[in-house]
């Protein structure tokens, strides 16, 4: 079966440029033209993941992104302007699974996609051993659910697929090239901030903001310690 992707552009020409690119490699495309439309089309339509423009002329993404959130864990990939840092901050506060600067190459899209899809799809398909429970976090691999001392954690595609890794490790050191590659489907590139947001976010969700579990080990990567 086709993946089903939702693109949330509101320029005509680009829109339909990533879009015919999308269907060439295989990949079945909705679009919407606006906020509004897009979150219509995901109420309504099974899709499988979002690419979203932060500038709508309606709403913007990032309330786009908000009202997503608040009913699905659908990965979303964020289409930013180049240098707007603070946009792909909040995006990945929000709940971002990844971003990618304007005016984008298709192939390096189609690539980011493929990377969440084989993610997403592996779990569901090979994690069958049912739930594990690590200190305080207990982990639904079937569901791909987390709780935290019985209360259930709001966690991303991505930061759901980190603290994976970094729970299959504990007590080691997992190097940011490493953890980069198994939990978001690429290479670590230099500048490239992302994996460190996406772990602060995860930090944020499991102790406010503190690097009591998840702590950083200079010039390497994460470990994870359980707490006590």
């Known amino acids: 079966m086709q993946s089903r992707i939702l693109l949330i552009e509101d320029d005509d020409e680009l829109r339909s440029l990533l879009a015919r690119y999308l269907s060439g490699q295989g990949l079945d495309v909705r679009e919407a033209a606006n906020g509004l439309e897009g979150l219509a089309i995901a109420?309504?339509?099974f899709v499988d993941l979002v690419v979203l423009d932060i500038m709508l002329p309606d709403i913007n993404g990032l309330e786009v992104l908000r009202r997503l959130r608040v009913r699905t864990r659908l990965p979303v990939i964020l289409l930013t302007a180049r240098g707007e840092e603070t946009d792909r901050i909040v995006g990945f506060e929000v709940g971002a699974d990844d971003y990618i600067p304007k005016p984008c190459n298709p192939r390096e899209l189609v690539a980011r996609i493929q990377a969440i899809l084989r993610r997403v799809a592996w779990d569901r398909e090979t994690d069958i051993d049912g739930a594990q429970t690590?200190?305080?976090?207990r982990v639904e691999?079937?569901?791909?659910?987390?709780?935290?001392?019985?209360?259930?954690?709001?966690?991303?595609?991505?930061?759901?697929?980190?603290?994976?890794?970094?729970?299959?490790r504990i007590g080691s050191v997992v190097r940011k090239t490493d953890l980069?590659?198994?939990?978001?489907?690429?290479?670590?590139?230099?500048?490239?901030?992302t994996l460190d947001m996406h772990v602060s976010n995860l930090r944020r969700k499991l102790?406010?903001?503190?690097?009591s579990r998840i702590e950083t080990v200079r010039g390497l990567g994460y470990s994870y310690r359980s707490p006590a």
Do not use: C, K
């Not at 791909?144 to 299959?168: C, H, K, M, W």
């Not at 980069?180 to 901030?193: I, K, N, V």
């Not at 102790?207 to 690097?211: F, L, T």
């Open 43 to 45: 109420q309504d339509d």
């Open 134 to 137: 690590i200190g305080d976090l």
């Open 207 to 211: 102790d406010g903001g503190e690097e």
């Open 180 to 193: 980069m590659q198994w939990a978001l489907g690429r290479r670590l590139t230099p500048h490239d901030r």
């Open 141 to 168: 691999p079937d569901q791909r659910r987390v709780f935290q001392n019985g209360q259930p954690l709001d966690l991303t595609a991505t930061e759901y697929e980190i603290l994976q890794v970094l729970l299959s």
